[in-house]
Structures are given as structure tokens and as C-alpha cells.
């Protein structure tokens, strides 16, 4: 690590013209015209210290912890220092605020590797120039180093936003699931007008559903501000916002431009659903994979024990997944032992086993999926084709492939990372592509149950 010290030396001299030995005079240049007289003030420019990240002052110490995680945790790890930088540089360069405050007597920058040097003297010449607030900027810089120079999956929120999103991805506020991919299906860090912000799943008795938001909605502006060059994780927490207040929302919808107030509010999750709308053919809905799933299938598959079953129609359409431990479990009551899930990072592979004793060995089961079932809940449902031989029916699902870790911040912020990859039993992977159905077909929200579980029964 390099120590730079900048300070500015103001240096007078006199020049001398040469006679007799001893003799020394001075030529007065004529005065100027009055209207030629000009006065010019230069601030001096705050002396600055590069340090490194062992002891970083407040300002710059997130940069350092989201850093080090980064190259510590991340799937492509070590970090690739020179492209974290310039994307942490473009987040400063685009940071603006009105807010002044009195500039430090030597500006002391703590930064990872020499790499993020320039970030130092750019920090430099606007605080000298703008008396910029440092803290403020460096998030900023933070903010579009995580969310743009990494994969889609990891992130980070500031504090003040870490209710953005949940654990599985679902915008908090509203309760929609958004996504970002270009014209190969590639997912996109920014929004732009080849990777447009769009909603994927509406979640069902929440502020989006209520206001009329539907998939396949693309989002053009929050607040009547264009969201094309926001990060995607960026957009999302500005629409997430606190949970409260209202937020306009400018959506294109079938070559339409509409407009929606969406009152924001705390999510309602929903639950587990079960039916018997057959003799002998359970239907078992589940919304997601947060930490009380198991139990909740455990419980309905009890009470399709006590009727009496021996298949069941598994829905896990607009399913944004959660967490891998849930969908262990949930894969373990249909499948007796064995891997269901691989996990694996440049180094090394971890297989994954189902909980031996699960009710719904012996039955038969059909998966319903479309483009909103994402993550865990495609682990589950491609899980269950390669070690059951379920059939799966509808569209191709989302292509989430990242098995993420959650860290909490110093400064109350929060940081995601994808540390490894997923694939199914067989080896197969949903990156880029998603899991595509047995049989693909349209399996609307607006069917009902009895409807669903005869098309399930037809196809499977």
C-alpha cells in the first residue's frame, strides 16, 4: 500500500536583475487600467493521506468490510479489485447532494489495494472543490461497487432500506418480484432499455395486487423519474422505500403507459394451502420457502394423511423461493434419503441429502411452475423430477442459480452475497435458462383448483 501525502506549498520569489557587485534592483511593472484589475480566490487543496484497511476512520470503513467480504466469501472470489474500483469510482462520480460540510484537515482515505487510489483523489479534488460530505459519497461508491461490479445476486442495501428486500427477493413495501435480463435472458446489474425493470411475480393480498400491478408489467419510473441507469437492486429499494408512504409508479403494459399510487405497507405473507378437491388428489399450494414452510407442509400433508391420498398436485407457481435449509425439508417428505441438491464455488462441491422419514415417499406428485417460481423453489422442483420422477407442468421458471449468504453491516446496513452455485441431483443447472417443464403450458392465476388439478391429472 502506497502513503501519499498532498499538500500545497504557496512559494514567492523575487527576481533579481544583475549590476555592480552588491548592487541588486527591481523593475515595477506600469499599474493596470482599473478595468483590467482581476481578483481570483483558490482554495487550498485538502492535504491527503492513503491508508489502507486495517484501522479505517468511520467514513470508509464500510468500503473496507463490503470489500473484504466480497473477496472472502464471494464465488469469484478473490475479489477483482481494479473492476470493484471503477465501478465504485462511477458510484462517486455520480453521487450529487446539496448537503456541504467542513472539510477534514488532512483527508485520510482508507481504501483496499492501490486500485482504488483515483476514488482517493477524486474524494480529494470534491471535497477541496464542493466541500462534499464524505460519508454520504463513499456509500455511494459502495452502493454501485456491490450492485453493479458483481453478479445479479449480490447486493447491497444501506441502512435505513435493509426491509427492501426479503430473503427471497420480493420488494418489500408493495410485495412484487422484479427482474432485469437482456435479450439472451442474461441477467442485468442496471436498468436500461435492453434490460428493462420487470415484474415477474404480484403478491397476492398485498399493496401491487391491490393497486392492480400485474406480471409482466414493465416499470419505466418511480416518483416520475425515469429508473433507466439505476442499479436493479437500486431500483428496488427506492420502490420499497420504508414500507410506508405512497409511490407512483409510470408502468408499460401492452404498448400503454399507466399510472399507479401504491400505498405502501408492511408485507402479508401468505400460507401454506391445502385441498382435497379429488378423492385420493391432494393440492398443496406453498407461496414461498421462508423458515415456517416445513413445518406448514408437514402439517398439511398430515391432513391429507387422515382422508386418505396418493397423489398430490405440488403448486409452486409465482414461488420466489427463500431459504435452501426450507426446501430441504420440504423435498425430504417426498423424497426418502439421498443428494437432491449440489452446491459448488471454484473449489469445491457440497451435496446435499434429503432427511430420511418423510410422509409423501410413496406418492405420486405433479409440479406446477411458472416464470415467477425462482430459487428454492426451483431447487424443489427440479429435486423432485431427478429423484421422483415428478411431472412438471407450465412455464419455464425464473433461473435463479445463486445460493446467497446475508450479512449484517456495522453501519446497519446489509450485505448479500452469492457464494456458490446450485445445480439438481443430476447436474443440471438453471443458470440462464430456468428449469423448463415436462410439458409446457398456461396455467393462469384466475384458474381455479378444481381446474388446475384436472389439467394436472391430464397431462401428467
Known amino acids: 500500500m502506497r502513503l501519499r501525502l498532498f499538500a500545497l506549498f504557496l512559494a514567492i520569489a523575487a527576481c533579481g536583475g544583475s549590476g555592480e557587485t552588491g548592487t541588486t534592483t527591481s523593475t515595477l511593472p506600469a499599474p493596470l487600467p482599473d478595468d483590467q484589475i482581476t ?16 484501522a479505517p476512520q468511520i467514513t470508509f470503513a464500510t468500503l473496507c468490510e463490503v470489500y473484504e467480504l466480497i473477496d472472502k466469501w464471494h464465488i469469484d472470489r478473490p475479489a477483482n479489485g481494479a473492476v470493484l474500483a471503477a465501478a465504485a469510482l462511477e458510484g462517486l462520480m455520480g453521487f450529487e447532494t446539496d448537503e456541504t460540510e467542513e472539510p477534514p484537515r488532512i483527508l485520510i482515505c482508507a481504501v483496499p489495494g492501490d486500485e482504488f487510489i483515483e476514488l482517493c483523489d477524486e474524494v480529494q ?13 463513499i456509500d455511494a461508491a459502495v452502493l454501485r461497487m456491490a450492485n453493479t461490479a458483481l453478479d445479479p445476486f449480490s447486493y447491497y442495501v444501506p441502512p435505513g432500506q435493509t426491509g ?52 409482466g408489467d414493465v416499470i419505466t419510473a418511480v416518483d416520475g423519474t425515469s429508473v433507466d441507469g439505476l442499479g436493479f437492486v437500486e431500483a428496488g429499494t427506492l420502490i420499497a422505500g420504508d414500507e410506508t408512504g405512497v409511490i407512483d409508479l409510470t408502468v408499460r403494459r401492452d404498448g400503454q403507459t399507466l399510472e399507479f399510487a401504491i400505498s405502501r405497507s408492511p408485507l402479508t405473507v401468505p400460507s401454506v394451502d391445502v385441498e382435497m378437491p379429488r378423492a385420493g388428489v391432494g393440492y398443496l399450494r406453498i407461496p414461498d420457502f421462508e423458515a415456517d414452510i416445513p413445518q406448514l407442509v408437514n402439517d398439511a400433508l398430515d391432513s391429507l394423511e387422515e382422508i386418505g391420498y396418493h397423489t398430490v398436485v405440488l403448486d409452486l407457481r409465482d414461488n420466489p423461493g427463500g431459504f435452501v435449509d426450507a426446501a430441504v425439508y420440504v423435498i425430504s417428505e417426498f423424497v426418502d434419503g439421498g443428494v437432491i441438491i449440489i452446491e459448488s464455488d471454484r473449489s469445491d462441491q ?10 409423501a415417499v410413496n406418492k405420486e406428485v405433479i409440479v406446477l411452475v411458472n416464470e415467477g417460481t425462482a430459487s428454492a423453489a426451483e431447487i424443489t422442483a427440479m429435486a423432485l423430477r431427478d429423484r421422483r420422477g415428478a411431472t412438471i407442468l407450465g412455464k419455464t421458471t425464473f433461473g435463479k442459480h445463486a445460493v446467497q449468504l446475508l450479512f449484517d453491516l456495522d453501519n446497519g446496513g446489509e450485505l448479500l452475497v452469492a457464494v456458490a452455485d446450485w445445480a439438481g441431483p443430476s447436474g443440471t443447472s438453471v443458470e440462464g435458462l430456468g428449469l423448463e417443464p415436462d410439458v409446457e403450458i398456461d396455467l393462469p392465476q384466475t ?7 384436472q389439467i394436472a391429472l391430464d397431462n401428467a
Do not use: F, H, W
Not at 481578483?39 to 486495517?54: F, G, H, K, N, R
Not at 470534491?126 to 454520504?136: H, I, L, Q, S
Not at 442496471?190 to 406480471?215: K, Y
Open 447 to 453: 384458474l381455479s383448483i378444481d381446474e388446475l388439478v
Open 39 to 54: 481578483t481570483t480566490t483558490a482554495d487550498p487543496t485538502i492535504p491527503l493521506e492513503v491508508a489502507d484497511c486495517v
Open 125 to 137: 479534488r470534491r471535497v477541496t472543490e464542493e466541500r462534499m460530505p464524505v460519508g454520504p459519497a
Open 164 to 215: 427492501a428486500y426479503r430473503s427471497n427477493g420480493v420488494v418489500g413495501g408493495i410485495g412484487v418480484l422484479l427482474d432485469a435480463t437482456d435479450a439472451v435472458g442474461s441477467k442485468c446489474a442496471l436498468v436500461t432499455q435492453v434490460c428493462e425493470l420487470r415484474v415477474v411475480v404480484v403478491v397476492d393480498d398485498n399493496p401491487a395486487a391491490d393497486a392492480g400491478l400485474e406480471p
Open 350 to 359: 457440497l451435496e446435499l441429502e434429503a432427511v430420511e422419514g418423510g410422509q
